[in-house]
């Protein structure tokens, strides 16, 4: 009780109002590297003509989005999009066996999506090939994806604690970097209506690409670790 009263003391909350700084979520250095995107379509073998969307599942991957895009692949190709996509380890094998089923069932370009389980020494040419990104929406995958200044798509995971991934999502989006689908609502009509809606110019993908950049803090970890040092020196 005595450590609650304390923080409802009016100067004492001042005091740590006074001495908040918004320095942002730090992020892989090695991402801030421009990289062509072209070079980097190529590499992973897509038409560098052609949109590449990023789908990040993480590590661990993501049931509802790996099982969105394996539904839709098909129709994503008939579209034009190239798909490049982790599914995460553990997902990896079954989910791929199941794209190229259903690719040929329902006539898909196979050469349009390419599949990986994670990302480990390429992940800055993954986001120098994409030109939109899918992620859910934790603060670390927020912050990266401005830092690379691409334009998103978010899909916040609706079990998160406090609801914080939805939290998250809309208050970038506020920002017009990135548009969000609640899981609810994450249906191929949706999904594609917002693709096409992006892609219809190149102002819109241009707009929320600059939009990602005021958003990021590059410098974060410096900050951070010019702030420890200072308060360790006190």
Same mark, same amino acid.
């Given at each position: 009780?005595?450590?609650?009263?304390?923080?409802?003391?009016?100067?004492?909350?001042?005091? +740590? =109002?006074?001495?908040?700084?918004?320095? *942002?979520?730090?992020?892989? $250095?090695?991402?801030?590297?421009?990289?062509?995107?072209?070079?980097?379509?190529? @590499?992973? !073998?897509?038409?560098?003509?052609?949109?590449?969307?990023?789908?990040?599942?993480?590590?661990? #991957?993501?049931?509802?989005?790996?099982?969105?895009?394996?539904?839709?692949?098909?129709?994503?190709?008939?579209?034009?999009?190239? +798909?490049?996509?982790?599914? *995460?380890?553990?997902?990896?094998?079954?989910?791929?066996?199941?794209?190229? #089923?259903?690719? @040929?069932?329902?006539? #898909?370009?196979?050469?349009?999506? &390419?599949?990986?389980?994670?990302?480990?020494?390429?992940?800055?040419?993954?986001?120098?090939?994409?030109?939109?990104?899918?992620?859910? @929406? #934790? @603060? *670390?995958?927020?912050?990266?994806?401005?830092?690379?200044?691409?334009?998103?798509?978010? +899909?916040?995971?609706?079990?998160?604690?406090?609801?914080?991934?939805?939290?998250?999502?809309?208050?970038?989006?506020?920002? *017009?970097?990135?548009?969000?689908?609640?899981?609810?609502?994450? &249906?191929?009509?949706?999904?594609?209506?917002?693709?096409?809606?992006?892609?219809?110019?190149?102002?819109?993908?241009?707009?929320?690409?600059?939009?990602?950049?005021?958003?990021?803090?590059?410098?974060?970890?410096?900050?951070?670790?010019?702030? +420890? =040092? $200072?308060? !360790?020196?006190?």
């Amino acid at each position: 009780d005595s450590f609650v009263n304390y923080f409802k003391n009016e100067k004492v909350r001042q005091k +740590i =109002i006074n001495n908040i700084a918004l320095v *942002g979520n730090p992020t892989r $250095s090695f991402l801030m590297v421009t990289a062509d995107r072209e070079a980097a379509k190529k @590499s992973f !073998g897509f038409d560098p003509q052609k949109p590449v969307i990023l789908v990040i599942c993480g590590s661990q #991957g993501a049931v509802t989005i790996n099982d969105f895009f394996l539904n839709s692949a098909a129709s994503l190709s008939a579209e034009n999009f190239q +798909i490049l996509h982790q599914t *995460g380890i553990k997902n990896f094998e079954q989910f791929n066996k199941e794209l190229n #089923g259903a690719l @040929s069932v329902m006539g #898909g370009r196979k050469d349009f999506y &390419k599949a990986v389980p994670y990302f480990e020494n390429n992940m800055q040419d993954a986001y120098a090939a994409a030109d939109l990104v899918v992620s859910r @929406s #934790g @603060s *670390g995958s927020i912050f990266e994806i401005a830092a690379m200044r691409k334009p998103s798509i978010l +899909i916040p995971l609706a079990t998160s604690a406090s609801d914080h991934q939805r939290k998250n999502a809309y208050e970038y989006a506020k920002t *017009g970097a990135a548009i969000v689908i609640e899981e609810s609502n994450f &249906k191929y009509n949706i999904f594609i209506s917002q693709l096409k809606k992006i892609f219809e110019s190149p102002d819109n993908l241009r707009h929320m690409s600059e939009e990602a950049a005021k958003f990021s803090r590059p410098d974060s970890a410096q900050v951070i670790a010019e702030e +420890i =040092i $200072s308060l !360790g020196q006190k």
